[in-house]
């Protein structure tokens, strides 16, 4: 069964960072493609970052690009935040899918697998 499981998250002031994990299990993690999703109140699901992790492009949202930092080791995947801002406050999913594809997509729709999602707060 493909487990997803975030952790990191928390309550930081702006201009702070936050290190978001994900542990995946249940599936071979190579050769997916993984990414980081956020979804504020009353918004959207936006992606935020993706990679696949055969290797190949990594994609970041224009809201993220420069601050932010997706990366991953072994059947974990990371997101660095820096210089987070209140429009940063979200809650932020980790996500799975397109086996085999050898790309990676912010689009949600790509992904079969989902975590519960880790809460992240920026205060000004």
């Known amino acids: 069964q493909v487990q997803l499981v975030e952790s990191g998250g928390g309550s930081v002031q702006a201009g702070g960072s936050l290190r978001l994990s994900c542990a995946a299990s249940?599936?071979?993690?190579?050769?997916?493609?993984m990414g980081w999703f956020r979804q504020a109140p009353g918004k959207e699901r936006e992606g935020v970052a993706s990679?696949?992790?055969?290797?190949?492009n990594i994609y970041y949202a224009d809201s993220v690009a420069g601050r932010f930092t997706i990366s991953n080791a072994k059947n974990t995947l990371y997101l660095q935040m820096n210089s987070l801002q209140p429009e940063d406050t979200a809650m932020y999913y980790c996500?799975?899918?397109?086996?085999?594809?050898?790309?990676?997509?912010?689009?949600?729709?790509?992904?079969?697998?989902w975590g519960q999602g880790t809460q992240v707060t920026v205060s000004s």
């Open positions: 990679l696949y992790t055969g290797g190949g």
């Open positions: 996500a799975a899918g397109c086996r085999g594809a050898g790309w990676s997509s912010l689009r949600a729709s790509f992904y079969n697998y």
């Open positions: 249940g599936y071979t993690y190579s050769n997916y493609c």
